[in-house]
């Protein structure tokens, strides 16, 4: 093997594990606020299902609230993960945060998504812009709060898919200080 084999095979290794990561945080995401919305927790898998590359499932209540807000914990979380790698952890830029949700929406990540958030956003037809944009920066604001739980998640989805149960990511959120009293 040849130092350039090498080098292009440990290149190879370092974006597998970036998309092993970026997966893991995207289903972390779907998984910590499924939780919070009083979902049960059924699985999270890294491993490729039929067209996904990866799932979380969890059971579906019907409230066309809570699956907008578990579709977009998904791809805020990806988002979060890819400002954090690049930004470090410090204070969160909030428009370079939604450049980057804006990315993984458009690029693909989140395809799926729309769908659920567009059924969530005909049920506020008629809503003002200044609805929409209050509702989006208070999912932020609660997911932001929760991003410690997501990183952990995706820690322990990369580790062993199977360790992470609804059980765990419950106590997880449990020690978090509301949102909202911050």
Do not use: C
């Not at 590359?53 to 979060?80: C, H, K, Q």
């Not at 932020?140 to 765990?168: F, G, P, Y």
């Amino acid at each position: 093997m040849t130092a350039y084999e090498f080098e292009a095979g440990d290149q190879r290794a370092r974006i597998l594990l970036l998309t092993a990561e970026r997966r893991a945080h995207h289903e972390a995401g779907h998984a910590v606020a499924a939780v919070a919305r009083g979902e049960r927790l059924v699985f999270i898998t890294l491993q490729p299902t039929g067209d996904l590359d990866a799932m979380t499932r969890y059971t579906n209540s019907g409230d066309p609230v809570a699956l907008a807000f578990i579709s977009y914990a998904g791809a805020w979380a990806e988002a979060r993960y890819g400002y954090a790698r690049d930004s470090g952890e410090g204070a969160v830029d909030e428009e370079d945060l939604s450049d980057r949700l804006d990315e993984v929406f458009l690029g693909g990540g989140g395809f799926n998504h729309w769908v659920e958030l567009g059924e969530f956003w005909d049920t506020l037809a008629g809503a003002t812009p200044e609805v929409i944009t209050r509702i989006v920066r208070a999912w932020n604001r609660e997911l932001e709060n929760a991003w410690s739980v997501m990183q952990r998640v995706a820690e322990l989805t990369l580790a062993d898919e199977k360790a992470v149960t609804h059980e765990v990511v419950e106590s997880l959120l449990s020690k978090l200080e509301p949102w909202w009293s911050r």
